[in-house]
């Protein structure tokens, strides 16, 4: 029986040994698995609180952006200082300003973590500068821009209405100064009928750039938020549109103008229902005034085309805003023929190279009696070039005109071609 119990007493004393030695190698695996560690964060936003408490004094306060943001250091055990970055919250109370006489003021920093004791939290720069002004306020007028948005095909946007037309901002001076627009991106993209949509409001200071977000943050919109309504009035593209100049005055004695042209001779426009269908009215085609001519030769001006646009009539996208009028000017008893250079005899071009002209068509001014000019037609007058020797690039060449025989050419006609290496050469 004694035996029996000095056994079973031996064996509850191994088991309490086993037991202690099996918890300090646990304890070993654990701290080698999952030490402790230290674990550094930089640039974890700093949340400014309390800021009612500056403004009870009629002012204002902001970082700067390189205060903006402060480095942290955790303590503990890896599993749980790792990966930590979006749960590290760094806050500034102004409350605890330590002297408000000081400038700028200095502010701690709490920096919190879940699951991480605030002892083994160190913030790098424990306090950080806060910088307190005077409130200022601006109103400007609201502008609305659509970006590199458009609407759907067949579509333009005709007008932009925004609702404020101007917004109160108000916030630090040395912030408000530094404004110099205020604009209401919006997005079209895909409209086919007009609608309000809500734009986003984008300041823009002197030097012409977005202020940031962290200045964005100390100003206060009338509007409330930067959100606005713009309103978006669509007008439906009309292409088609011809083009039609006159001269006005009178040539020199013994010349006449037999034509005159516009480059572009069609264009695509976009307007209301109304002024498209007045338009339509005029056979939509658009009257471009032309100068007085005074020259005895071929004469050609410029103009700015929307200034002669009808109202509520706008150029549709990627239309050129100019136009060229040129008003042919040839002797009295002679008139002009445009041939199309798709009727030139080209000879002796390179087989190596391909042509592109520089005009859809070459100008032929032919005189002649009164009925002979009546029936000349385009189909009786041969035209060719001679490219012999002509290789890379830009050139100038005579055309040569024949007439019938009762005709007789004013003035020798030349043409402006381009001529490039052909693909195929370039690839042998």
């Known amino acids: 029986m004694k035996k029996l119990k000095k056994l079973l007493t031996n064996n509850l004393v191994l088991k309490l040994i086993s037991v202690v030695v099996a918890l300090l190698i646990w304890l070993t695996v654990v701290n080698i698995d999952d030490p402790i560690d230290t674990q550094t964060y930089r640039g974890v936003p700093v949340q400014v609180t309390n800021g009612g408490y500056i403004e009870s004094m009629n002012k204002t306060y902001r970082l700067d952006d390189a205060d903006s943001t402060v480095t942290v250091i955790l303590r503990g055990k890896r599993s749980v200082i790792k990966n930590r970055q979006e749960d590290l919250v760094a806050v500034a109370d ?19 973590c879940p699951g991480v004791d605030e002892s083994a939290i160190t ?72 609608g309000t949509r809500q734009a986003t409001l984008k300041i823009y200071d002197k030097n012409k750039e977005v202020l940031t977000d962290t200045k964005m943050s100390y100003l206060k919109f009338s509007t409330g938020s930067t959100a606005v309504d713009v309103e978006i009035t669509l007008w439906e593209v ?27 001779e069609v264009i695509s426009v976009a307007g209301t229902p109304e002024a498209l269908d007045q338009l339509a009215k005029n056979g939509n085609v658009i009257q471009i005034p032309s100068e007085a001519l005074k020259a005895n030769d071929d004469y050609e001006w410029t103009l700015e085309l929307p200034e002669y646009l009808p109202e509520d009539i706008k150029l549709a996208t990627d239309v050129t805003n100019r136009v060229q009028v040129k008003a042919v000017v040839i002797p009295l008893g002679s008139r002009s023929l445009n041939l199309s250079v798709t009727n030139l005899e080209v000879k002796n071009l390179d087989e190596s190279l391909d042509l592109a002209y520089d005009e859809r068509q070459v100008i032929v001014n032919v005189k002649a009696s009164a009925s002979a000019l009546e029936n000349l ?8 070039i001679d ?9 100038t060449v005579p055309v040569e005109i024949v007439l019938p025989s009762q005709y007789e050419l004013v003035e020798d006609v030349e043409i402006g071609l381009h001529l490039t290496e052909k693909m195929s050469a370039k690839e042998s």
């Open 387 to 395: 490219l012999s020797g002509l290789g890379e690039g830009e050139h």
């Open 123 to 194: 913030v790098v720069q424990g306090n950080i500068p806060v910088i307190i002004e005077e409130l200022d306020s601006v109103d400007p007028m609201i502008s609305v821009s659509v970006g590199t948005s458009a609407p759907g095909t067949g579509y333009e946007v005709g007008e932009l209405t925004v609702n404020p037309e101007k917004v109160v901002i108000t916030g630090p001076k040395s912030i408000v100064q530094t404004i110099d627009r205020a604009v209401a991106e919006v997005d079209v993209d895909g409209m086919t009928e007009s």
């Open 238 to 264: 009309r292409d088609g549109v011809k083009l039609s100049a006159e001269y006005s005055g009178s040539v020199p004695e013994g010349y006449q103008v037999s034509e005159t042209t516009t480059t572009p």
């Open 94 to 112: 102004l409350t605890q300003i330590i002297d408000l006489e000081s400038d700028p003021v200095m502010v701690p920093i709490r920096v919190t």
């Open 377 to 384: 037609t385009v189909d009786e007058i041969k035209a060719s």
